[in-house]
């Protein structure tokens, strides 16, 4: 409690509007919830609650909310464990509850974005924290399918969907790219529509990877997060499926190939639905 709230104090001094915070970092919750496990960040232990109990985000939201801040509840949609976690695997994690939803992808366990069932599931583990917390805001980062692992040649290992294809992507009309793609676009289309369909005055943000895609704008070179991570960020953009985007533009004016001001007026003039544009800057 007193890191949180000495960083919310800074937040204050520095005259910041807003604060996101991290509740799911990996199918685990950083607040009281039926749906997943506490997370072992927050005690080491998961599904361990903090003793003495309280509630993380409901005490965040007050103190946030005392100070004149926003407070944005920031989630991961997909990742379910990491390479790095330190405790066991809780019986309510959704790997042991749902392990056909799960997927093994280098030293990471990942719920697969192509089962509508994972869909549903994030969907659901979202609005419950809409309805029964006061926060302004909804977020979620970069990480969609999973960064590319490598083999031992050094090329990319492909994501492990081979059971969600063939029940719903072989026969779509689409390559397994751009059904890939598809099935991200369904869920930030989702979220934008549930989040506010439960309380129109709460916020939805991304914060992609912030090139789209390489060699756009042609100057620019570097990761492809629309043909790497499924991510077709321009077009939630553009099609208005968010309130803010925030790119990750963690680069400075040169070289050009990461140009910040080159990749900030290329998503300035993707912004023809006209939302909020908040670049992300690496300090």
């Not at 910041?16 to 799911?24: E, G, P, S």
């Not at 903090?50 to 409901?58: G, I, K, T, V």
């Not at 909310?65 to 920031?74: T, Y």
């Not at 001001?261 to 290329?266: A, F, K, R, T, V």
Request: proline share 7%; with cysteine.
């Amino acid at each position: 409690k007193a890191e949180l709230l000495a960083l919310l104090d800074r937040a204050t001094e520095l005259k910041l509007n807003a604060v996101i915070f991290q509740v799911r970092p990996a199918a685990d919750a950083l607040y009281k919830s039926n749906l997943e496990p506490w997370s072992e960040y927050l005690t080491g232990i998961q599904d361990r609650a903090p003793a003495p109990y309280y509630d993380p985000l409901e005490f965040a939201v007050a103190e946030a909310h005392k100070r004149g801040l926003e407070l944005h509840a920031w989630f991961n949609p997909y990742r379910a464990r990491h390479k790095n976690a330190k405790s066991p695997v809780a019986a309510n994690h959704v790997s042991r509850l749902h392990p056909n939803l799960v997927r093994s992808y280098g030293d990471y366990l990942w719920m697969d974005p192509g089962e509508r069932d994972v869909q549903d599931y994030s969907a659901r583990v979202v609005l419950d924290v809409v309805k029964r917390y006061d926060i302004d805001g909804v977020h979620v980062d970069d990480y969609f399918y999973p960064y590319p692992e490598k083999n031992s040649a050094g090329q990319d290992k492909d994501f492990p969907d081979d059971v969600s294809w063939r029940k719903f992507g072989a026969n779509a009309g689409l390559n397994r790219a751009d059904w890939r793609r598809r099935n991200v676009d369904q869920f930030i289309q989702r979220l934008n529509t549930s989040i506010h369909a439960e309380k129109p005055w709460v916020k939805f943000g991304v914060s992609p990877f912030g090139i789209w895609r390489n060699k756009v704008p042609p100057t620019i070179e570097g990761f492809d997060a629309y043909e790497k991570l499924y991510a077709d960020a321009r077009k939630w953009l553009r099609e208005g499926w968010c309130d803010y985007m925030a790119p990750q533009l963690y680069w400075p004016f040169e070289p050009k190939k990461t140009s910040f001001p080159s990749l900030l007026n290329w998503w300035h003039q993707q912004n023809t639905a006209r939302r909020h544009l908040w670049p992300g800057i690496n300090s």
